[in-house]
């Protein structure tokens, strides 16, 4: 397959939403592990050294590149899908299969991505542009320390932020929204991408369902109890 077939053909299609999505779920669960710190109750600091260590990585620097590369991607690419479907049939089938023939997320993939990507520029607006380009600098840093590859000697207090975002009920509304977005999206996308790329084999077929469903709601729930235990004091 020629890199133009892999970008125009329906199936080089579906291969790179699935590249892409399975690294956006590996990225997930890095993300909601290193953010699960907050729950140490140690007012931020184990998260805190977490985040300040990946940040002063740079592989992590580079994959971060790759990451906004790899949404940019996976966003375009799911939108031509959609237009693409859309457009093929314009007419319904005689016959209504509703829910039978496939769950109401799995023919919404194009609307769920849509409101993650308004989730996303929103969640990147209220803490990666403060921390990357210097808006948290009221923040007081809680320590200076000296990284050996000379990199990330400013501390971000990103705890900090987060409890300050999280504050505002509206926004903890728009997070939990957009963690039932993920949820349903992942609950379609996790399977699909597996599939794709070949683990279609009918014995283990009914364990991807089951591990994409489960990966689905807890991740999309740990994320979502994370702005709730804060707004709600559980957090200190
Ligand atoms: C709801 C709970 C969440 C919290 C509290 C949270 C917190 C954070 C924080 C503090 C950062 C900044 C990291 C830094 O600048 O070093 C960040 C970055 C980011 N988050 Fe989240 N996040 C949450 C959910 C999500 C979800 C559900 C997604 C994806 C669907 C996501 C995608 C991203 C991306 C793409 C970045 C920028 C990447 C980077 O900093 O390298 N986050 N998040």
Known sequence: MTWKQMFTSSIGQKFVMAITGIFLITFLVVHVGLNACIW??????????????????????????????????????????????????????????GNRGSKWYSRSMGLLGTLLLLFLIMHIYHFWVPSRLGG??????????????????????????????????????????????????????????????????????????????????IVSAAFAMMPISIYLGWVK
């Open 136 to 217: 948290i600098a009221n923040i007081k840093p809680l320590q200076e320390i000296d990284y050996s590859n000379g990199l990330g000697k400013q501390y971000h207090n990103l705890y900090l932020e987060m409890i300050q975002v999280f504050q505002n009920p509206l926004i903890v509304i728009l997070y939990v929204l957009g963690c039932i977005s993920l949820a349903y999206h992942l609950m379609h996308g996790f399977e699909s991408a597996f599939r794709t790329i070949g683990l279609h084999n009918n014995r283990y077929l009914k364990m991807l369902r089951h591990l994409g469903r489960g990966f689905a709601i």
């Open 40 to 97: 140490a109750n140690d007012n931020g600091e184990m998260f805190n050294t977490g985040a300040n260590f990946m940040a002063s990585m740079l592989v992590i620097r580079i994959m971060e590149v790759v990451l906004f590369a790899g949404i940019i991607i996976h966003t375009i690419q799911g939108l031509v899908l959609t237009a693409a479907n859309n457009s093929k049939r314009k007419v319904g089938y005689a016959v209504e299969y």
